[in-house]
């Protein structure tokens, strides 16, 4: 088998996984706070990546890691992007939002992201983008006026700002990871453990009971398939991967299954403007990398 071969492999087990993630969040938002779904979640993925060290036996990076004063600096800054603020604002997002609606608009950060390296990086954006972003946009605007997709008939405005404002939050976590040399693991690992100390130090000013034990085994569930195992797992296939264009195109398929997830596991109707929202998004994202994906 290739390794191109592999990588598609390892690419169709990150799809599936990533589209069961939203049902699981609406799950687990059901039966706890949205700060204590985020904390069992950072937690199951700090040790997801540990075990991950151990295993590849990169235990003396962790080390190396600890006694850099710019490395630890920067897994602080990471670890508040991701996961403290991005899944706070995502986790309240989808306990105001239908998952359909929560879920693409959180999924056009790729799009905020070329937005946000045109305006901070001074990279030319081309026309052929500023098309897709537009197309995107009109993806947005369908979806934030899609009322009918919530039983109330309205949807939450700050549910959508704030749905909105984790993609812009995702995307600045990845221009912090531009030109970085850092083993993406081990980074990742320290992500986690400094999320999980805010999180930690903020649920001492939180009423907070035990979870009931479906709220927990979804909370550990979002911690391995959507943030552990999966960005593990993803980073091992575009290591693999001799052509990176096509592993990224699968991932757009996500967005789609999770859908019919969202349909038959949390009964919600998936209405057309939905379907042609999330189309809008996705094909905007599509036309923005058109040239990338010619080459």
């Known amino acids: 088998m290739t390794s191109q071969s592999k990588a598609l492999i390892m690419g169709c087990f990150v799809v599936v996984f990533w589209a069961t993630v939203a049902t699981a969040f609406k799950i687990g938002l059901g039966e706890v706070n949205y700060v204590q779904f985020l904390l069992i979640a950072s937690i199951t993925a700090l ?3 540990f075990a991950d060290i151990l295993r590849t036996g990169k235990l003396h990076l962790v080390k190396s890691f600890f006694k850099s004063n710019s490395d630890l600096f920067k897994g602080a800054w990471q670890g508040f992007l991701n996961p403290f603020f991005y899944y706070l604002i995502l986790f309240k997002a989808y306990s105001l939002l239908p998952a359909q609606i ?3 608009l959180n999924f056009s950060w790729q ?13 030319k954006i081309r026309l052929i983008q500023i098309f897709g972003v537009l197309v995107s946009f009109t993806g947005i605007l369908l979806l934030s006026f899609n009322s009918s997709a919530d039983s109330s008939g309205s949807l939450s405005l700050l549910g959508i700002l704030l749905a909105l404002g984790s993609a812009f939050v995702w995307a600045t976590y990845w ?5 970085n040399k850092a083993d993406p693991v081990v980074e990742l690992f320290f992500n986690f453990l400094f999320g999980s100390i805010y999180l930690i130090i903020i649920s ?13 085994l979804a909370g550990i569930y979002v911690g391995c398939f959507e943030m552990g195992v999966t960005f593990i ?10 052509n990176r264009v096509t592993l990224a195109q699968i991932t757009y398929l996500a967005p789609i299954l999770s859908l019919v997830l969202i349909h038959f596991a949390l009964g919600e109707s998936i209405g057309y403007l939905t379907i042609a929202g999330l ?5 905007g994202i599509l036309i923005s990398n058109m040239r990338s994906l010619a080459n």
């Open 111 to 123: 799009v905020v992201l070329i937005l946000m390296m045109a305006v901070f990086l001074k990279q």
């Open 175 to 179: 221009i912090s990871k531009l030109n």
């Open 233 to 242: 797992l993803w980073i091992k296939a575009l290591q693999l991967a001799t």
């Open 47 to 49: 040790v997801v990546c």
């Open 279 to 283: 189309l809008l998004v996705i094909g």
């Open 102 to 104: 929560a879920q693409p």
């Open 204 to 216: 001492l000013f939180i009423p907070m009971e035990w979870p009931s034990f479906k709220g927990l």
